[in-house]
């Protein structure tokens, strides 16, 4: 049977097509039919409000996604670069993005990653940093966003939906983040 794929370009092709897709299917269908936790919602995940649906659709809407990834991975440097105040971050898990749809994990980081970042900085900051990013981060690709800042109902959605970023779960020393 091996001999026919060592002489034949279409059981060769054909087999690695197979082996392909069944580890397609073992990696990406089998593990939330086997696990139902996976659409489950975290403990402390609870659903989008209305302004912070408008915020996530501006988040789209710019194309903030295209430079921001939202999963902190299961890399030391992940957990480390999403901590706080010297505490490692949580790797993401399935939980935490039940009610993300579309998903917007994101896979290229030119921008640091937001997914532990609700929080982290006030309405302040955010409206310094959505003005003129390299106020606050020297040599910031970033471009600024004064249509936003100078917007009355657009800022609070867009702030109101990044300070929803990691929040499902509690793991900050002494709760010291906006609720």
Sequence with gaps: MFSKADNSAAWAVGGALALFFLGGL???????????SWGRPAPGLKPYTEIQLKGRAIYVREGCWYCHTQQTRTLVSDTKRSGWRGVDSPISTPDEFVYDKPHMFG????????????????????RTH??????LVPGSVMPPFPWIVNDPVEF??????????????DWRPDHDYEK
């Design 107 to 126: 896979t290229k980081r030119t921008g640091p990653d937001l997914s532990r970042v609700g929080g982290k900085y006030d309405t302040q900051w955010h």
């Design 130 to 135: 959505f003005r003129n990013p390299r106020d």
């Design 156 to 169: 609070p959605a867009l702030v109101a939906y990044i300070q929803t970023l990691g929040r499902a779960k």
């Design 26 to 36: 073992i990696t990406t269908v089998v593990p939330p039919l086997v696990d139902k």
